[in-house]
């Protein structure tokens, strides 16, 4: 089965930046789409960014700050988070659906790692 572990987050002050990683193990039959999400305390999962083979989009909150990308020869994803928020905060999970065409729903993502806690303090 696909398993996804994330690393990198930790505590950070308003301005830094963090760069989170995922490594992707088990079958893999295609380039799918991979994204990330977060979870705020009190709110529900939220779409943050995701990368097909050659698109990425964005959260319009992100849009310009964070940055997605993919190593598909080592099986990892990234998300550079830069000038980082306290509205950033979150449980950060990278996630791959199950298509090669690029989407946001996430609906479309069935496999997920366990998260990555992020914290920015002003």
């Known amino acids: 089965q696909v398993r996804l572990v994330e690393s990198g987050g930790g505590l950070a002050q308003a301005g830094d930046s963090l760069r989170l990683s995922c490594v992707i193990s088990g079958s893999f039959l295609d380039n799918y789409v991979m994204g990330w999400f977060r979870q705020a305390p009190g709110k529900g999962r939220e779409f943050v960014a995701a990368?097909?083979?050659?698109?990425?989009e964005y959260a319009y909150s992100v849009k310009g700050l964070f940055f997605i990308s993919r190593d598909d020869r080592a099986k990892t994803l990234n998300l550079r988070m830069n000038n980082l928020k306290p509205e950033d905060t979150g449980i950060y999970f990278c996630?791959?659906?199950?298509?090669?065409?690029?989407?946001?729903?996430?609906?479309?993502?069935?496999?997920w790692g366990q998260g990555t806690q992020v914290t920015v303090s002003s």
């Open positions: 990368a097909s083979v050659s698109e990425s």
């Open positions: 996630t791959r659906a199950r298509q090669v065409g690029l989407t946001t729903i996430m609906t479309d993502f069935d496999y």
